[in-house]
């Protein structure tokens, strides 16, 4: 019995090439079909018609990659994808990966091996070269967290304006010595945070200094390390920005631990307008990210792409950023847009 390794080996391709071809994957050169199609032809090789029916059956699920479910935001993001998913006749598997790169390939493996019709990735652990290759199995799309060479729908905020505007404001407060508080290196939201962040103080004339810099910082008990460190400088920051709510509420908590005043000692600005920002003494100043539209619009994305199958292309999706100025960095809440 003539089998698809056979054809593999007869063409001089790898088997999941030429499963790709016998499925009708997008993304595969006319010269690795032909050979294909002429090694089944000399071998005789028919497809199994009623597997390939079981591999392109729809199981009405996606999944959602995010690097851990305990920060708000991603719990907020979640919770509004489910409400999306289910308008949409699809339920929602939740994946979480602890920013681990292998488990978020397992996560992936989801889509090849048919248990959903798509994922969004709210978190990237690998690169874009290693995730694509999964694009053979079913639709991606990137929330939240992206990668600008990825040519698939991104729904993402300008993150570079977000790190200005926060910054602007510290600066409009008088500040000149900002610390910069981040996640990980690796993180295209945190890099382009930081891009808004030095243009803001460049175009002030303030070079930053790299003692001011912090990162791997992702919890409210990673913020009290940061407040610590600070504390510890014999010419310590001002004023610091975060890219987390958390964060900055940690910040305050250690602030308070040793007896230091929020604002008129340190300001500390956060990101997400997360519940924790408006329930901590003083409330924190954030740059507000719109969840639940940025939410929807990932689900809606997918699904459509789920539905007219054909090949994913390079599409943008950029939703607004809103600076809310709270007691963190001055005496009374205001609201501005920038």
Not at 147 to 154: C, G, K, R, T
Not at 237 to 250: L, Q, R, Y
Request: hydrophobic share 40%.
């Amino acid at each position: 019995m003539v089998t698809i390794d056979d054809v593999a080996e007869l063409a001089g391709l790898s088997k999941s090439t030429v499963s790709r071809v016998i499925n009708h994957y997008p993304h595969v050169s006319q010269e690795k079909k032909q050979k294909v199609f002429e090694a089944m032809e000399k071998l005789g090789y028919v497809p199994n018609s009623s597997a390939r029916s079981l591999r392109n059956k729809k199981t009405k699920m996606i999944a959602v990659i995010v690097p851990r479910l305990m920060n708000p935001f991603f719990g907020q993001l979640v919770e509004s994808m489910e409400v999306a998913a289910n308008q949409s006749g699809y339920q929602l598997l939740i994946c979480q990966t602890m920013y681990s790169q292998e488990t978020e390939l397992g996560h992936l493996e989801l889509l090849k091996t048919k248990q959903v019709d798509g994922i969004i990735m709210a978190s990237l652990e690998n690169d874009w070269s290693t995730i694509s290759e999964y694009l053979t199995y079913g639709p991606l799309i990137m929330c939240n967290e992206f990668d600008e060479s990825a040519d698939i729908p991104i729904i993402k905020l300008d993150q570079i304006h977000g790190g200005y505007m926060a910054t602007k404001h510290l600066l409009r407060q008088g500040h000149r010595k900002i610390a910069y508080c981040s996640g990980g290196y690796k993180s295209m939201v945190a890099n382009h945070r930081k891009l808004g962040f030095d243009k803001a103080l460049a175009e002030h004339g303030i070079p930053f200094q790299d003692a001011y810099g912090f990162y791997n910082a992702y919890t409210i008990e990673n913020g009290m390390e940061v407040f610590k460190q600070i504390h510890a400088m014999k010419d310590p920051p001002t004023a610091v920005f975060t890219g987390s709510d958390e964060v900055a509420a940690g910040i305050i908590a250690g602030a308070r631990e040793y007896g230091v005043t929020i604002p008129n000692e340190l300001s500390v600005i956060g990101f997400d307008n997360q519940v924790i920002s408006k329930i901590t003494e003083p409330k924190i100043s954030t740059v507000e990210q719109p969840i639940e539209q940025m939410a929807q619009k990932a689900v809606h994305v997918l699904v459509d792409k789920i539905n007219d199958q054909k090949p994913l292309i390079r599409e943008r999706y950029e939703l607004p950023l809103e600076l809310i100025i709270r007691e963190s960095t001055v005496g009374g809440p205001l609201r501005a847009v920038e």
